[in-house]
């Protein structure tokens, strides 16, 4: 892999880290403002790029910004609130803003393909827990045993016992115990290491029967009752049932649980970088909760990946005091150290930092392999890092001159050190993202998967562009511009498929009345209205379920409602051309025979009757329905969506534009195209996915 470029050196040469060696891992450490996050920032804006998907853990919401950038740094909206703070039009300052931007790249005199990489190659994804502000990201309530468990509690004991005490903790204080529930711990723990080496999966509910009624009579050396007592055992159940019932713990599910195998998986040729954004939880306690969770989701999952020596993925965790602290052992220092410990093997690299050295463990600050440290206030902070890192005394003066962005490292494997400016980022560094804007990069993010039942499209999505551009209008002789491809895209529309009754009469002479059954489909989406077609009911045979992009996706109204509110439409236009019909009539009967107004009402009285059978028919067609029915008696079944993809292309010229759809069969269809022409909601609606 290309080494990655982070700075300059104090003579001026390129800064550039290795990325294998980010496997031993790093620590920055500096003052508030001294540029740490920056730094970092520029690793993992680098690595992406070169293809390593990332974790960041960002407990103040500034990371989040690696999802602002473009390629001409335009910045836009995003700008605006820092413009208005400096009392600047937010235009202008944008500008400016780019101007920095450009600068600063362009000093790195880099192609332009880098800053190309970054921006169209990776893709952001804001996590928030116990929220949907981001993509929500919940802590399972599955307690899944780790892969191998009864195997690795045979070669590596001790782990396995860590483990479980890690995931017994966890829960533990979700349910509200402080780091001293010893007891409690241990009662958890052992009914987790009886289920997981059977290889059972638990869940809380089936984890609060067996708090009440353990199946085993001696915890450790102690008979139960004298280990725990009962009524702490209740205690324990009502606080774990907690979890389930009460509606602020619930928050904790809400969502999917981390996946990594998705979340550190190329996802439309994108390299992840997925950001953990802490400030949803409320609580110090809580992040800390969650952060355990997820590093030991972490680990459970990297130990399932094979061993590599190069750099495979990166975590970042932001602001780590607190989390690895010299004395305590809280279960987050031990799951890190557990990280740590494997991240060689499994090509993890971990990158840290923190502002508070004095807050951090000893073995994490002596073992790192790069270590940057800033600009550092404190006689303590220095002392701290310079006995951590065996500097030399004069050390002092050095780190106490650094200014923002300058770094004293060390490469310990190289036994390097020197001074590093670290160099401008690609994406715009500001601020904490406000709730509102982390919204709305999540819209514009890379789109989730859905699965669905879906027909697919038979004739490869290549063929259509090929065929768009085909009958795009180019410049004839005499010149004149060009059709543009606004987009060509496989989108794919909502269909309900329902069934229904009515009461028909059967029998030439007995009139008996049975009950007959049909079936038919119809778009679900109230923006369009093309009527019933009971012939997709015969595509039925064709439909699978398929992973899409949600941005393919056009949602349906899944229920038969919309069937109702078309049959209820139809009924009040019946009862309005009858009335108008009748209205007619009595004005007809009364006209003298020779009125010339009379003719006109004839027409009027045909006209309406003429088009009141033609909705009725069709209507009627749709639904295979014998021409006398009672609405009334129409009883609606159930309803199932499925979706059905089309080509839509749209192409424009000189402010004219017309589309081209093509069905799943690869055949025109004008029906959908002229729709999206005349109807400016259904437009607007299949535009918005295929636009992004
Ligand atoms: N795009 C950019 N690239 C590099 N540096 C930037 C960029 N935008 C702003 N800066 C500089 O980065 C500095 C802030 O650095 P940073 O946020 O990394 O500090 P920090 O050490 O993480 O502070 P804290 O401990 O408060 O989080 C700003 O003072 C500014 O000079
Ligand atoms: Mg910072």
Redesign the pocket.
């Known amino acids: 892999m290309v080494k990655l470029l982070i700075g300059q050196t104090g003579d001026g040469k390129p800064f550039t880290v290795d990325p294998s060696s980010l496997t031993k891992h790093t620590v ?1 450490f ?13 690793i993992m804006e680098e690595a992406s790029s070169q293809g390593t998907p990332v974790l960041a853990i960002d407990p ?1 919401g ?1 990371i989040g910004c690696l999802a602002i950038r473009s390629e001409n740094f335009s910045f836009r909206p995003f700008s605006d609130n820092e413009a208005k703070l400096l009392g600047k039009n937010p235009e202008d300052y944008a500008k400016e803003l780019a101007g ?2 450009h600068d ?1 790249y362009n000093a790195l005199a880099r192609d332009d393909d880098e800053l190309n990489r970054f921006v169209e190659k990776t893709d952001v994804r804001i996590f928030t827990p116990r929220s949907n502000t981001g993509l929500p990201v919940s802590m399972s309530p599955r307690l899944t045993p780790p892969k191998d468990f009864a195997k690795k509690m045979g070669e590596d004991p001790s782990l396995a016992l860590d483990m479980l005490e890690l995931k017994a903790s966890n829960l533990l204080r979700l349910a509200g115990y402080s780091e001293d529930g010893k007891v409690q711990r241990s009662l958890i723990s052992t009914i987790l290491e009886d289920e997981w080496k059977s290889g059972h999966e638990l869940t809380i509910e089936k984890l609060i029967e067996l708090v009440s009624n353990p199946p085993f009579e001696k915890l450790g050396m102690l008979h139960l009752d004298d280990a725990i007592s009962k009524r702490e055992r209740n205690e324990l159940s009502r606080r774990l049932n907690v979890l389930v019932t009460d509606a602020a713990a619930r928050a904790w599910f809400l969502g999917e649980p981390p996946d990594f195998d998705r979340w550190f998986h190329k996802s439309q040729g994108r390299i992840p970088i997925n950001i953990v954004d802490l400030r949803t939880i409320p609580s110090e306690e809580g992040k800390q909760v969650f952060v355990e969770y997820l590093l030991q989701e972490l680990f459970y999952w990297i130990n399932r990946q094979e061993g590599t020596q190069t750099l495979q993925y990166l975590l970042y965790f ?2 780590i005091h607190g989390y690895c602290p010299p004395i305590r052992e809280p279960p987050s220092k031990k799951i890190l150290m557990h990280l740590i410990h494997v991240s060689r093997a499994f090509g993890l690299g971990i990158v840290m ?3 508070n050295p004095v807050d951090v463990d000893y073995k994490i600050i002596s073992n790192a392999n790069f270590r940057f440290i ?1 600009n550092l206030s404190t006689r303590q902070d220095i002392e701290r890092v310079r006995t951590g890192l065996s500097l030399r005394a004069d050390a002092f003066q050095v780190i106490s001159g650094l200014k ?2 300058q770094f004293y490292y060390q490469i310990f494997d190289q036994a390097e050190s020197g001074i590093l400016s ?9 601020g904490p993202l406000e709730p509102l804007e982390i919204k709305r990069l999540k819209e514009g993010a890379a789109p989730e998967k859905m699965t669905v039942r879906a027909v697919p499209l038979s004739v490869p999505e290549e063929v259509f562009l090929r065929d768009t551009d085909r009958k795009r209008a180019k410049k004839g002789i005499l010149g004149g511009t060009e059709e543009r491809i606004v987009f060509a895209k496989k989108i794919f529309l909502p269909y309900l498929d329902f069934t229904y009754r009515f009461p028909a009469e059967r029998g030439l002479l007995s009139k008996q009345m049975v009950m007959s059954e049909g079936r038919s489909t119809v778009l679900a989406l109230r923006e369009a209205n093309f009527g019933f077609d009971p012939r997709l009911v015969e595509l039925a045979s064709m439909l699978a379920d398929m992973e899409l992009d949600s941005a393919s996706i056009i949602n349906g109204v899944d229920s038969t409602v919309l069937v109702s509110e078309r049959l209820a439409e139809l009924k009040n236009l019946l009862r309005d051309y009858e009335a108008q019909s009748e209205e007619r009539s009595k004005q007809y009967e009364v006209l003298p025979k020779e009125s010339p107004t009379r003719e006109n009402l004839k027409e009027n009285i045909e006209f309406l009757r003429k088009t009141k059978l033609l909705r009725w028919k069709m209507f009627a067609d749709g639904l295979q329905l014998p021409t006398k029915l009672d609405l009334d008696k129409l009883e609606l079944l159930e309803g199932t969506l499925f979706y059905m993809p089309y080509f839509i292309a749209k192409l424009s010229r000189g402010g004219e534009s017309r589309y081209i759809v093509w069905n799943h069969e690869g055949r025109e269809d004008d029906t959908i195209a002229d729709e999206m022409t005349k109807n400016k909601k259904f437009r607007t609606l299949i535009e918005t996915r295929a636009i992004p």
């Open positions: 920055v500096g003052a508030t403002g001294s540029g740490k996050t920056v730094l970092c920032k520029s103040k500034d920095q931007y600063s932001d602001e930092a923190t502002q800033g923002t962005r670290s160099r401008w980022l690609i994406s715009y560094h500001r």
